[in-house]
């Protein structure tokens, strides 16, 4: 994923609303959101050429999403696959020590806790308290101008009701290039990305493939739902699951 918005506990009706668009070549092959053979408790879509997923859920109580972080060169091919960590994590297995992979940034989910875990500029994992947070190709909450429209697009909806998580698509799907906050301090990696982008990238070379919601209401009933693109941005494909987290804690 490149860019996503997330409300924690910050809703009465809500445990947890995740928005998130995957930014990334379209020449590299993926299989849409669906359940898993194995292991058979996930939820997600699938990286092709690398086998793991960028986002994704558990019915055993976990959910998932990893962004590259820039700043640090170019990705190096020998390292250990982001999205199997993902994939891990979802499983439910230990991390495996984070200096094994390229730069990222990685939000970690369940009914109880969630967690932000990096690697640079040194490895660590922290726990995030109830609250609105923001994340793309930065640290957590840099206030890059389209993740601070994100973030200000699901408060907005937050505070009109929280009725409808679908209506958050028309946000991952603007295209405005806004002005506030501050630029990216290095820019992309790929050279087909604007130097400044916006929430959703038209390009037929590196865009936004797909768009995912996951929302999740206090009782543990959560629903997963993608939409997929084209180069010209043209929605291709849908694809929504339900599903149940255990009871949290008290």
């Given at each position: 994923?490149?860019?996503?918005?997330?409300?924690?506990?910050?809703?009465?009706?809500?445990?947890?609303?995740?928005?998130?668009?995957?930014?990334?070549?379209?020449?590299?092959?993926?299989?849409?959101?669906?359940?898993?053979?194995?292991?058979?408790?996930?939820?997600?879509?699938?990286?092709?050429?690398?086998?793991?997923?960028?986002?994704?859920?558990?019915e055993q109580?976990?959910?998932?999403?990893?962004?590259?972080?820039?700043?640090?060169?170019?990705?190096?091919?020998?390292?250990?696959?982001?999205?199997?960590?993902?994939?891990?994590?979802?499983?439910?297995?230990?991390?495996?020590?984070?200096?094994?992979?390229?730069?990222?940034?990685?939000?970690?989910?369940?009914?109880?806790?969630?967690?932000f875990l990096?690697?640079?500029?040194?490895?660590?994992?922290?726990?995030?308290?109830?609250?609105?947070?923001?994340?793309?190709?930065?640290?957590?909450?840099?206030?890059?101008?389209?993740t601070l429209?994100?973030?200000?697009?699901?408060?907005?909806?937050?505070?009109?009701?929280?009725?409808?998580?679908?209506?958050?698509?028309?946000?991952?799907?603007?295209?405005?290039?806004?002005?506030?906050?501050?630029?990216?301090?290095?820019?992309?990696?790929?050279?087909?990305?604007?130097?400044?982008?916006?929430?959703?990238?038209?390009?037929?070379?590196?865009?936004?493939?797909?768009?995912?919601?996951?929302?999740?209401?206090?009782?543990?009933?959560?629903?997963?739902?993608?939409?997929?693109?084209?180069?010209?941005?043209?929605?291709?494909?849908?694809?929504?699951?339900?599903?149940?987290?255990?009871?949290?804690?008290?």
């Amino acid at each position: 994923m490149c860019i996503m918005a997330m409300a924690w506990n910050a809703h009465p009706r809500w445990r947890l609303i995740l928005i998130g668009n995957r930014d990334e070549l379209h020449a590299r092959p993926a299989a849409p959101l669906a359940r898993w053979e194995q292991p058979n408790h996930l939820i997600a879509g699938r990286d092709l050429l690398s086998g793991g997923t960028w986002l994704g859920v558990s019915e055993q109580g976990r959910a998932a999403i990893v962004t590259n972080l820039r700043g640090y060169g170019d990705p190096r091919p020998d390292r250990a696959s982001r999205g199997a960590l993902v994939t891990d994590l979802l499983a439910g297995s230990e991390a495996a020590a984070l200096d094994d992979f390229n730069p990222f940034n990685l939000i970690l989910l369940d009914p109880n806790q969630a967690h932000f875990l990096t690697n640079r500029p040194a490895p660590l994992r922290t726990e995030l308290t109830p609250g609105l947070y923001g994340l793309s190709n930065g640290m957590l909450d840099a206030p890059w101008p389209k993740t601070l429209a994100l973030k200000s697009a699901l408060l907005d909806w937050l505070m009109a009701g929280a009725a409808t998580p679908l209506a958050l698509f028309d946000a991952l799907r603007s295209e405005n290039l806004t002005h506030a906050g501050i630029a990216p301090d290095t820019p992309s990696d790929v050279p087909a990305e604007a130097l400044i982008s916006p929430i959703f990238i038209r390009n037929p070379t590196y865009g936004t493939r797909c768009s995912t919601i996951i929302a999740i209401d206090m009782q543990g009933h959560g629903t997963i739902t993608e939409r997929r693109f084209d180069p010209e941005g043209t929605q291709t494909g849908e694809s929504s699951f339900s599903f149940a987290w255990p009871a949290a804690d008290k």
